[in-house]
């Protein structure tokens, strides 16, 4: 008994930390075995198993004749089945679904189902054709008998039938009962064959304009994007220019002593626009206070050279002493001046589009694809206020959306301007 309970226990392997599931299963087999120092063949695995042919006595079949209830005719066919299976019903016979076409009366018909419009028999020979082929509607309008009766559509043909089912729904159900009353809107089924056809029957050329004008509603989407992004930009400088003047305003009013400690948290959120963010060094250790004057380095290249441009304008040291206050004043003022750099170039953008504009309201205005232009009023800077009237004729090159003009880089931009500002600046020259 020992030796048996000794050759019985398995060896146990334990899967080593840091090594995954399937890379420790391709090491053994489930024998535990050690692996092959050649490729062999086993039957374990994922392999196809192959038969195993046993003692046991095969099952017999038997040549037996069957009948198929979906059929009417009482054809008798034959083929193998196994022998226990014998008088068992065809085993297909459970996919012989069939509609159940509801009958009504001679009474019901003409209490409730009376129409001017339809006969008795050509309802009755409808109803006939539903249960014949399965309210397949394509084959009942190709076998209904347009030369007995009236010439119907398909949709007359459904509205007719769901009609009638509806109200032998609605007379047969018990009081209190939730129906579920089909619907067959023939009018919606009309439409949508009629718009289906006009689709088909479309030409190469109105495919064209179709696809074009797709296209032109994705650009014109894509620049209101972009002006509304453009706008949002513009409004959170504005609002973080005004939210820093204001805090100026209030720290120079507020005695020092009397600020109270937490005035810091209780600042009103400035947006990330605004200015430059300088980091706070809160870490342990000895810092010093020129670390706090160096710019981050979400400030670009572009406005390092304009800050330093407008620094040495003011007359002040790029580097200057690194004192308490002049550090928080040093960077209070290069904020500020990267925030008026974001304005001007803001507003540089706001008046190209302005002159863009312009001048494709002019060239379109002597095309004589637009009407002439009425003043509404004056803008403070001494420019009129257009508007643009709708033509009377129509054109063939009408442009669909002139408001968003793309942007160019800034040396295209001042090179266009700076050639059109004299004929822009005089209103006397406008059309």
Not at 125 to 143: P, Q, S
Not at 286 to 311: C, D, F, H
Not at 317 to 322: A, E, G, K, V
């Amino acid at each position: 008994q020992k030796k048996s309970k000794k050759s019985s226990e398995t060896l146990t392997f334990k899967r080593p930390e840091g090594m995954h599931r399937e890379v420790y299963a391709l090491l053994y087999s489930d024998k535990k075995d050690a692996p092959p120092l050649l490729p062999s063949d086993t039957t374990q695995g994922y392999r196809t198993v192959k038969a195993k042919l046993g003692s046991k006595k095969v099952r017999p079949w038997k040549w037996m004749p069957f009948t198929n209830p979906a059929r009417k005719d009482g054809a008798m066919f034959y083929h193998w089945r196994r022998a226990a299976e014998e008088g068992k019903d065809y085993p297909f016979a459970r996919f012989n679904k069939t509609v159940q076409v509801p009958v009504y009366s001679e009474q019901e018909y003409q209490m409730y189902l009376h129409d001017d419009a339809w006969t008795k028999a050509e309802t009755d020979h409808l109803f006939d054709l539903a249960r014949r082929f399965d309210l397949r509607f394509v084959v009942i309008h190709d076998r209904y008998d347009h030369q007995q009766f009236k010439k119907r559509s398909v949709e007359d043909l459904k509205e007719r039938y769901y009609h009638i089912c509806a109200k032998l729904a609605n007379i047969r159900a018990a009081p209190g009962t939730d129906l579920k009353i089909p619907v067959f809107d023939a009018g919606h089924e009309r439409r949508r064959k009629e718009q289906l056809e006009r689709l088909y029957n479309r030409t190469p050329e109105q495919v064209a304009e179709e696809e074009y004008l797709i296209q032109e509603l994705r650009k014109i989407e894509t620049r209101k994007k972009e002006r509304e992004k453009r706008t949002q930009d513009l409004q959170k400088l504005i609002t973080a220019a005004d939210t820093t003047t204001e805090q100026r305003r209030a720290e120079r009013k507020a005695p020092k002593k009397k600020l109270p400690q937490k005035k810091e948290t209780e600042k009103p959120a400035v947006p990330e626009t605004a200015g430059i963010k300088f980091p706070d060094f809160k870490s342990a250790g000895v810092t010093l206070r020129s670390q706090r004057m160096k710019l981050p380095s979400s400030v670009g290249q572009k406005k390092i050279k304009a800050l330093e441009q407008m620094l040495m304008e003011l007359g002040v040291d790029l580097n200057p002493m690194p004192t308490e206050e002049i550090v928080q004043m040093f960077n209070e003022l290069r904020s500020d001046l990267v925030l008026l750099y974001e304005l001007k170039q803001a507003f540089a953008n706001c008046e190209y589009e302005l002159q863009m504009l312009r001048h494709r309201y002019e060239a379109l205005a002597k095309a004589g694809s637009i009407g002439p232009l009425s003043v509404e009023g004056a803008h403070p800077d001494g420019q009129t206020g257009l508007g643009i009237e709708e033509g009377k004729g129509d054109t063939k090159d009408q442009i669909i959306d002139v408001v968003g003009a793309p942007l160019t880089p800034n040396s295209v931009r001042r090179k266009v301007v700076g050639a059109e500002q004299g004929a822009l600046r005089s209103p006397t020259q406008m059309p």
